[in-house]
């Protein structure tokens, strides 16, 4: 019976001897202490970075005002009128064809000029070979500070 323990106290000690292997970077000291070196990237992105900063730049333009309302109700106008004209309408239908028209015209115009004032954002990148780049564009799209990003054709992606 003893021999029988002994035989098994060995072969336990046998096996956990086996998984007990020194695992190099483990033994205290640091990260690198141990000889462990990352493998090195084959992915390296010349155009890849950290976004560092993000400002907002006011575009100059001042407040949104009537200007593509009126300029687009009178385009408007004139485009309904001369349909009606030209499809032989009445009196009456001239006249409303040119209040729809100038309607239509004003609301496009309004959208117009909303969608062209706006602010415009700095982004400054600290790409991965050590280079900072300001790229100026219209909006984010979802970038915020500390996100990895590329930049591509002048603007500023995620990656």
Do not use: W
Request: with cysteine; glycine share 18%; net charge positive.
């Amino acid at each position: 019976m003893n021999l029988r323990m002994f035989a098994v106290g060995a072969i336990a000690a046998l096996a956990l001897a086996g998984c007990a292997t020194s695992s190099p970077g483990y033994g205290g000291g640091g990260y690198n202490s141990g000889g462990y070196r990352p493998a090195p990237s084959n992915n390296y992105c010349a155009d890849c970075g950290i976004v560092e900063r993000i400002d907002v730049v006011s575009s100059g333009r001042s407040a949104p005002g009537a200007t593509g309302a009126i300029l687009g109700g009178i385009v408007g106008a004139v485009a309904g009128r001369q349909i009606s004209e030209h499809t032989g309408g009445s009196k009456g239908n001239k006249n409303i064809s040119t209040v729809a028209g100038a309607a239509a015209g004003a609301m496009a115009g309004n959208a117009i000029q909303n969608r062209t004032t706006g602010d415009n954002y700095n982004i400054t990148v600290r790409m991965d070979d050590g280079r900072r780049l300001t790229i100026t564009q219209h909006d984010l799209g979802g970038i915020r500070e500390n996100t990895y990003v590329r930049v591509q054709n002048g603007r500023v992606v995620l990656r």
